[in-house]
Every structure is written in structure tokens, then in C-alpha cells.
């Protein structure tokens, strides 16, 4: 294993995942695209894990694709097993890439919040929308940057960020690449809340400390409903979803305990069973 | 006062007036309430002669959502009985789409009246109407996660539609409640009122609606719901059947003539 991703469990159920680039803004290359896949793998299925932070090394949360290398990189990926290039080969590789870096931090049955402590760009932008909080740096800078190396963008951009913005402000993000600072980004809605720099990782981590502290399981269940909603159920459906769920919640001591405190007029005390 | 859980009012000025009646419980969501609560809805989207629903809660909450001293009694309360999954599923999702569906579904304005605590499921039935009023008591949340439950009645569909998914999510996860202010600045109500006159402004506003062209209305909410799960190409095209049909209602007919002759239109509802 390489060391551009490092995995820190902590005590209290989060995992600070850190990308660990800094000389390159945290850009991702094959071995931090890798090691990031694994990483979140092994989370996902972990029910020690109660919640998943995400942050960079250094001033940047994450450049997105390292320039650099993208054309060699996605070269090798086409490379079937018969030695040459292949169209469909990059293309299923690519999404597989996807599918286990920003598609993993937005389905994994726990809460994932990006502690987005400098430049998140391009993909980097696109991580930080696919988890389901996003906290920020005052020094934080987003940017869908795709179009600056033409571009139509990768990792989820497109069905995340109209549905953290809005249609109209996404447009508009996509086609001007600009810069959107921490205020400006709060102001959106695209950042949940704004910290100090100085104190921006304890703060970040003790946010994340309280989701870790919640009812997990019901967490999860809440963000299997939240997304067949964002994926295009019908109310009918995701009304179903819900009752499903709620009928899966029924057994858990999470519930039966947080049910015996709300009685007493205690605060829960959740385990994530 | 009658101690039925659901009340409600017909008022001449077209407004059906909904208060969910159960205040020494905080309105909680019982099975009897939501069957009521059901009935009434229904009957208001059959009744020509209401033209707005406006829901309210008696006492000093809307409602608190699931009755937790009915879980904690028995722990099939949360689904409203079943053993099996399929069956308390299924009367969940029954209970849930009588009412926050019927809410959505319904061809006329629905008007939420936020007059205190609006939380769990009660959230759902708010996030179902057309318009939320807030008093300036009204506090809002999800709270799912208090009692270790992922949701219900329609919030993780409404929920993201209202404040975009990223506050929908943090909203969820974190169970923040939120006052009147912080309720409107995200855009979850689109009024506060003074608590003091609360009911009276908001069923005026009410009355406005009421006051409308009550097909179109109606059409337009099956436009926007359409809209949410459909292509742009079919959307077209359910908008253009509506205003098919639009175009041989009085009310279409007779705005076009007061439009004509610079005067204010009447509608009737037909």
C-alpha cells in the first residue's frame, strides 16, 4: 500500500480519511485514486466505523485529476488484455473509479462528512458534493474547473451539484469554472457551516464526533431513502422505501433505547446497533 | 370543543380548516388521527365549495409527529401494527400516502399553518403542502434520528425537493431544529407571522388562494409533481393537455374577458 491516502480510526467511531499529496494540492493520481478506493471499501463494511471524515493534507482538500499524468493514466486504463487500446475498457475502468470514490461516499449505510480545508476542484470539488455534509475551512475554495481543461467533468459533478444548488446556479458553476470562496459557498448552501482555519480540524472532527454518536443503522436507512428519492423514485415509492426502513428500525436497541430515554425524558444513548 | 382529533371548518370563504385535535398529546400522530386526518382530505378535494385546505394543529403544537408513548407501549406502534415486514410496512406506507400523499395529490391549494413544534412525520404532512405559514413559535425538524429511526411520511422525498440536498442531508443526519427565521432563510416556510395574530393572517392568505382559479390550480400542482420524476419532452406535454383543458373552464374564459375590458378577474372555481 502506498501513503498518499492515510486512515486514522479515532476512538469516538470516525475515521479521518486525509489525502496525502500536499507537494500536488492532494491531486489525484493512479496510487491516491487507489488507495482511496480502498479505503472507503474497507469503511463502508466496517460497523465500527460510525462515520467517515474526509479531508487534505496541506492548504488543499483535494486539486481533483493530476493533469500531469491524465493522458498516460487514462491510456494504461484502456489497455485490454490483449495488450491495446480499448474505448470500452477506460470506460468501464473509469467508472468503476467512480463508483468506488464519490459513489461510495454518498451511498455507504453511515454519515460522510468532507472537511474541506482548501482548494477542491474538479474532483476534488466533486468528493467534497458527494459526501453528506460538507464543512469549510474559512480558507476553503470550490471550483468546477473542467471546463479550464475542456472537459465536460467526472465523479458525480453533474447529478450532485444541481441537487445541492439548484439547477440554475450549477449551469452557471459548470460553464464558468469560477472560484466559490467559503462565505459564498455557505450562502449557496454547498457548505453546511464555516470555520476558523486555525481551529478548523477540531471543529470539523467534533461535528463529525456527533453524527458518530447517532443511531447508525437509522442513518444509513435515512440516506438509502434520501437517495432512491434523489434517483428519481416517485413519492409512492420512496413512501414505501421509508416504511421499509422504519419497519427494519422497529428492531434495533438503538430504537428500543432512544424510545425507553424519550419516556424517562433522558437523552439517548445511541450504540449504532 | 369536541375532542374528535381532526376538526374541521368550512368556512364560506372557500377555506376548509383542518386542526389536528389532540393537545394534551402535542397532536401526536395516532392511527385514529391519521384515519380522521385521511377522511378529511379526501372529502375536502370531492367538495366544489372548498377552494384552499389549510391544516393547523390545536394548542401550542402542530403536531410532534409519532406518538412515542405509543411505542414505547408497544413497539409495533412505529408502523401502526404488523408483525411481518410486508404487512407493517404496508400499513405504514398506507397511512403515509392517505395523507401525505393525499396532501400532495390534492387539485387545490393546501395551506400548512405552523403554529408551534412541527417534527418526524408531522414534518412529512407540512413538507406535503403547497405553502408552509410559519407563527413565530413554529420550530421545525426531522428528529427521526432521537428515537433511532431513518423516516417517514414523504420527508426524505419533500425534504431535499425544499432546501436542497445538501442542508436536507445535514437536516437528517444532525436533527437540528429550526426556529421560524432559520426555517424561512432556508426557504422550508415562505412567511413567519407574529404569534399573536397568527391564525388570522394566515387563513387571510388562505382566503387569497381561495379566492383563485382552483382548476388551474389544480393542474399546476399536477404539472409541478409530474415534473419531478418525468423528462422534459413528456413534461410538455402534461402541461399542454392541462392547458387544454384549462381552455374550456369559466374561469379561463371569463379572465380573458375581464384581461380584455382592463378589469380584475372573478373566479369561480369552475
Redesign the interface.
Known sequence: MNDTVLVDRRDDGVTLVTLNRPESLNAMNTDLSDALRAALTELADDPAVRCVALTGQGRAFCAGGDVKSMRERSRLEGIGPDGEYHTDVAIRAMQDRQLETSGLLHTMPK?TVALVNGYAIGAGFCFALAC???LCSEKAKFGMAFRNVGLPGDFGGAY?LP????QGLAREIFFGGEVIDAERARAI??A?HVYPADDFLAEGLAYAG??AQ??T??????????N???E?????E?????????????D?R???????A??RGDK?V?SGR | MSDAPILVDTRDDGVALITLNRPDRLNAMSADLLAQLAGALTAAAADPAVRCVAITGAGRAFSAGGD??D??AD??A??FG?ES?EE??????RA??ST??AI?DLPKPVVALINGVAVGGALGLVLACDVRLASSRARLGTA???????????????L?RL????????L????DLLDAEGARD?GLVTAVYDADSFLDDALAYCAGLAQGPTLAFGRMKANL?FG??HSLRQALAHEALNQRFSALDHDHHDAAVAFASKQEPVFRGR
Request: charged letters at 20%.
Open positions: 454519515p453528506d455534509v460538507r450532485f441537487r445541492v444548488v439548484g448552501g454547498l453546511n456527533r453524527l447517532g443511531p443503522k437509522a442513518l444509513g436507512r435515512m440516506k438509502a431513502n434520501l432512491r428519492s434523489g428519481g423514485s416517485s413519492l409512492e420512496v413512501l414505501m422505501s421509508e416504511a421499509i426502513n422504519t419497519r427494519m428500525s422497529r434495533d438503538d430504537h428500543a433505547g432512544a424510545v425507553e424519550f419516556i439517548p445511541f | 412515542v408513548k411505542m414505547a413497539r409495533r412505529v408502523t404488523g415486514d407493517a410496512s404496508g400499513l405504514l406506507a403515509a400516502q401525505t400523499g400532495y427521526f434520528r432521537n428515537v433511532g429511526l431513518s423516516g417517514d411520511f414523504g420527508t426524505t422525498y419533500l431535499p432546501v436542497g440536498w445538501g442542508r436536507a442531508r445535514e437528517f443526519l444532525s436533527g432556508i409533481n419531478e420524476g
